[in-house]
């Protein structure tokens, strides 16, 4: 048996051992609806055939990628004009940077392309600030798609999309209408999507609601998939296409996990069809630019929001692994936080 068939095997066997799981945390395992179970996962494996075996689903998904990778490149523009120039530039040649020397491969297979703030004229590996890139080319990219979505949600272009999505996770696992479309608006945003069921809110049953919240947490949005692209695009080129068809079969994987763990017990008042998404007639309907501003502004609070959370974070994780790497050096052991933890995870 090869070992990438191995590997395989134990990712499938791992789709019912978390089936399992969920089974025994179930609320009410008797009425568990199966059929959104088997459905639910006979779905995943379909669409994750389609998209790595059939040729032309798999051709859609690298123009998919070509095509988001070109607007993460436009969305660079913006930062080099607010950041570029002075002590810090947006080079596009890596030979520039530092000469053909080592140093200079170096940092160019690190952050990759095509553009890198380079700070003065002389680096090396040493001295090479990696949250300085982290900031000015990651961060960016989340304000960018942000904005992107608002307006593409604006013009009304990702709505029929989701309403595609939402009918056909209707259809074949036979839940109800306003979770369908809340998860499938989130292959396109994060927790926000709850927004599209808005009106529906007050009388969704408790299976409904953990099925909202499950698709939330358990997918990601565009704009951090941008962050996630911005450090993988380098070394994995079609990174891109890979979360896009990520974020799709996560949704069914989130649907039977939710009704395993909380079963519908009563009748949802959605369902049978999908809604549409309802706007407040009240409410003045904003501009594009409006949109584009809203969207930039979020953008900005989520850019802050994770800044702050990776520092916190790294500052807490280096703090711990210091005190590991202590009390190592009192056992006489090399081990830190991160080698036991990966140890531990190794055999799981």
Same mark, same amino acid.
């Given at each position: 048996?090869?070992?990438?068939?191995?590997?395989?095997?134990?990712?499938?066997?791992?789709?019912?051992?978390?089936?399992?799981?969920?089974?025994?945390?179930?609320?009410?395992?008797?009425?568990?609806?199966?059929?959104?179970?088997?459905?639910?996962?006979?779905?995943?494996?379909?669409?994750?055939?389609?998209?790595?075996?059939?040729?032309?689903?798999?051709?859609?998904?690298?123009?998919?990628?070509?095509?988001?990778?070109?607007?993460?490149?436009?969305?660079?523009?913006?930062?080099?004009?607010?950041?570029?120039?002075?002590?810090?530039?947006?080079?596009?040649?890596?030979?520039?940077?530092?000469?053909?020397?080592?140093?200079?491969?170096?940092?160019?297979?690190?952050?990759?392309?095509?553009?890198?703030?380079?700070?003065?004229?002389?680096?090396?590996?040493?001295?090479?600030?990696?949250?300085?890139?982290?900031?000015?080319?990651?961060?960016?990219?989340?304000?960018?798609?942000?904005?992107?979505?608002?307006?593409?949600?604006?013009?009304?272009?990702?709505?029929?999309?989701?309403?595609?999505?939402?009918?056909?996770?209707?259809?074949?696992?036979?839940?109800?209408?306003?979770?369908?479309?809340?998860?499938?608006?989130?292959?396109?945003?994060?927790?926000?999507?709850?927004? =599209?069921?808005?009106?529906? /809110? $007050?009388?969704?049953?408790? +299976?409904? *609601?953990?099925? @909202?919240?499950?698709?939330?947490?358990?997918?990601?949005?565009?704009?951090?998939?941008?962050?996630?692209?911005?450090?993988?695009?380098?070394?994995?080129?079609?990174?891109?296409?890979?979360?896009?068809?990520?974020?799709?079969?996560?949704?069914?994987?989130?649907?039977?996990?939710?009704?395993?763990?909380?079963?519908?017990?009563?009748?949802?008042?959605?369902?049978?069809?999908?809604?549409?998404?309802?706007?407040?007639?009240?409410?003045?309907?904003?501009?594009?630019?409006?949109?584009?501003?809203?969207?930039?502004?979020?953008?900005?609070?989520?850019?802050?929001?994770?800044?702050?959370?990776?520092?916190?974070?790294?500052?807490?994780?280096?703090?711990?692994?210091?005190?590991? =790497?202590?009390?190592?050096? /009192? $056992?006489?052991?090399?081990? +830190?936080? *991160?080698?036991? @933890?990966?140890?531990?995870?190794?055999?799981?």
């Amino acid at each position: 048996m090869s070992h990438p068939l191995y590997l395989n095997l134990i990712s499938f066997c791992g789709i019912f051992a978390l089936c399992f799981i969920a089974w025994l945390s179930s609320e009410h395992r008797r009425l568990i609806p199966w059929k959104v179970i088997i459905f639910g996962i006979g779905l995943q494996l379909v669409m994750g055939l389609l998209i790595f075996l059939f040729a032309p689903t798999r051709q859609f998904i690298l123009g998919l990628n070509d095509a988001l990778n070109a607007i993460l490149d436009a969305s660079e523009a913006g930062a080099r004009f607010m950041l570029g120039g002075g002590n810090s530039a947006f080079v596009p040649d890596p030979e520039l940077m530092v000469g053909p020397g080592p140093a200079g491969r170096w940092i160019y297979r690190a952050v990759g392309t095509p553009y890198v703030s380079v700070p003065g004229d002389r680096l090396t590996p040493d001295n090479l600030n990696f949250g300085f890139i982290f900031a000015f080319r990651s961060l960016p990219q989340v304000v960018f798609f942000s904005a992107l979505i608002a307006l593409l949600y604006r013009l009304g272009v990702i709505q029929p999309v989701v309403q595609v999505f939402a009918r056909l996770f209707r259809a074949t696992m036979s839940i109800s209408g306003a979770e369908s479309l809340s998860g499938a608006a989130n292959i396109f945003v994060g927790i926000e999507s709850a927004i =599209a069921v808005k009106p529906f /809110l $007050a009388d969704m049953t408790r +299976s409904e *609601l953990c099925a @909202i919240l499950t698709c939330c947490f358990g997918s990601i949005a565009s704009t951090v998939l941008a962050l996630y692209t911005s450090f993988l695009r380098p070394t994995f080129p079609t990174i891109t296409g890979h979360l896009m068809s990520a974020s799709v079969l996560t949704i069914p994987a989130c649907f039977v996990m939710a009704k395993l763990i909380v079963p519908e017990t009563d009748v949802p008042k959605t369902l049978g069809k999908v809604p549409t998404e309802e706007e407040d007639p009240n409410q003045k309907k904003p501009s594009l630019i409006d949109s584009l501003i809203v969207g930039a502004s979020d953008g900005v609070r989520m850019a802050v929001g994770i800044a702050a959370v990776v520092i916190a974070i790294l500052g807490l994780v280096a703090l711990v692994n210091t005190f590991f =790497a202590y009390l190592a050096n /009192l $056992a006489a052991s090399d081990n +830190s936080l *991160l080698q036991l @933890i990966g140890n531990i995870f190794s055999v799981i």
